[in-house]
């Protein structure tokens, strides 16, 4: 258990919805991050926050946005979704910055129909 | 843009033997990572290898980075079936203003058999 959850563990949603996913990071971990794994694109980062600002941006489509609350959670929300989108998004959360050791959530599958 | 080719993207290896797996990219870096994922599970972060000849090693695993080359290399000593898993290396690459992007390789599939 690396300490780091993620809320939904599922998820089936229809084409043109919006869906917020969530992560909790490890106890004292300032920095989040969002990463995509799908069958055509493979892995993929997307974001990094840290201690609630914006760090990093990957390949984050526009209908993709994410955000770090003050007590450190962050959401990933994915709007106008299609069918592409169908993956396993991961959160990581690491001490301070990206030269740290990563710890990662289970992830949550989405599934788009 | 940056991109990251991994060698090879399948290995079968005996119990017992050594192998290496190779990680080149194309564009300048000095920070490198090494992943792990068993199949249906999360990832788990293996290596951070953050200067050119750093060298890391845990247990049977064993990374480096050549940032001159842009080539880093996980060996693997004696293998045991435990080891068998999906390994991903991912480099970063500075995208100006103090931020970076982070760009994997397809992964290796590595099976250890008895």
């Known amino acids: 258990d690396s300490g780091v959850t993620q809320t939904p563990k599922h998820l089936i949603t229809a084409t043109g919805q919006r869906v917020t996913l969530r992560c909790s990071p490890r106890?004292?971990?300032?920095?989040v991050y969002w990463y995509q794994q799908s069958l055509d694109q493979g892995l993929q980062f997307l974001i990094h926050y840290y201690n609630g600002e914006e760090r990093a941006k990957g390949n984050i489509l526009e209908r993709f946005s994410a955000q770090q609350f003050p007590d450190l959670h962050s959401e990933l929300n994915l709007s106008s979704l299609e069918l592409g989108d169908s993956a396993l998004y991961f959160c990581?959360?690491?001490?301070?910055?990206?030269?740290?050791?990563?710890?990662f959530g289970p992830g949550t599958r989405l599934t788009v129909l | 843009e940056l991109k990251v080719e991994q060698n090879p993207l399948f290995l079968s290896m005996q119990e017992g033997k050594n192998y290496t797996i190779y990680c080149n990219y194309s564009?300048?870096?000095?920070?490198l990572y090494w992943y792990r994922q068993d199949p249906g599970k999360s990832l788990e972060s293996l290596f951070v290898l953050l200067s050119n000849g750093a060298v890391k090693q845990e247990g049977r695993l064993m990374a480096s980075l050549d940032t001159k080359a842009r080539l880093s290399t996980l060996h693997i000593t004696a293998a045991v079936h435990d080891l068998s898993a999906t390994y991903f290396c991912a480099v970063a690459s500075y995208s100006g203003a103090g931020s970076y992007q982070l760009t994997f390789g397809k992964g290796t599939k590595l099976s250890v058999i008895p």
């Open positions: 564009t300048t870096s000095d920070r």
């Open positions: 990581a959360s690491s001490e301070l910055t990206w030269t740290d050791t990563q710890y």
């Open positions: 106890s004292g971990d300032l920095s």
